[in-house]
T-cell receptor, first 113, second 112 residues
Framework: LAKTTQPISMDSYEGQEVNITCSHNNIATNDYITWYQQFPSQGPRFIIQGYKTKVTNEVASLFIPADRKSSTLSLPRVSLSDTAVYYCLVGDTIKAAGNKLTFGGGTRVLVKP | NAGVTQTPKFQVLKTGQSMTLQCAQDMNHEYMSWYRQDPGMGLRLIHYSVGAGITDQGEVPNGYNVSRSTTEDFPLRLLSAAPSQTSVYFC???????????FGEGSRLTVL
């Protein structure tokens, strides 16, 4: 399973763009990159998933360079409600043993007024 | 749809007691898993299942048993509770391998 490394914490201000980079140097050919958001006392919630280049949905963008050894989650114009822990996961959608996915420590994002 | 439902939400046990955390999903997902989350930490995989009748161990399986007799249900059994098992437990399901995980609201367990 590919190991991921993320910053422990980041601070930002309302209205700013937040970019969280995740390193996954030993990512395998069939691995997809997935990001989750977790609020206190709740289970993680899926944000976005991608394989290469750029993926965008209504809440975030995911940038993946050609070598796929890292990825960056971009949250545009954050608000106080975006304060949460963000997890980067890497998993093989073809050969993975079901959903045997490893969560690292995550990045604690604090959005200030 | 209710999604993933976990019961109970809170439980206090004494050391040595046994109990079962229930998890049910109504999305017809093949893949289910149990995680534990200790304060300030990420989630650690306990056990997972790729379908009815098939289970396997995750990172921290010791002290826990699981079974998957139906697609919908994936109970987690604590055989003899220990204070080290004090944690928040999350059940998750997904339709695809390494696909989007849907989590329950969690079960907070305290072992005295």
């Amino acid at each position: 399973l590919a190991k991921t490394t993320q910053p422990i914490s980041m601070d930002s201000y309302e209205g700013q763009e937040v970019n969280i980079t995740c390193s996954h140097n030993n990512i395998a050919t069939n691995d997809y990159i997935t990001w989750y958001q977790q609020f206190p006392s709740q289970g993680p919630r899926f944000i976005i998933q991608g394989y290469k280049t750029k993926v965008t949905n209504e809440v975030a963008s995911l940038f993946i360079p050609a070598d796929r050894k890292s990825s960056t989650l971009s949250l545009p114009r954050v608000s106080l409600s975006d304060t949460a822990v963000y997890y980067c996961l890497v998993g093989d959608t073809i050969k993975a043993a079901g959903n045997k996915l490893t969560f690292g420590g995550g990045t604690r994002v604090l959005v200030k007024p | 749809n209710a999604g993933v439902t976990q019961t109970p939400k809170f439980q206090v046990l004494k050391t040595g007691q046994s109990m079962t955390l229930q998890c049910a999903q109504d999305m017809n997902h093949e893949y289910m898993s149990w995680y534990r989350q200790d304060p300030g930490m990420g989630l650690r995989l306990i056990h997972y299942s790729v379908g009815a009748g098939i289970t396997d161990q995750g990172e921290v399986p010791n002290g826990y048993n699981v079974s998957r007799s139906t697609t919908e249900d994936f109970p987690l059994r604590l055989l003899s509770a220990a204070p080290s098992q004090t944690s928040v437990y999350f059940c998750a399901s997904s339709r695809d391998r390494a696909g989007e995980l849907f989590f329950g609201e969690g079960s907070r367990l305290t072992v005295l």
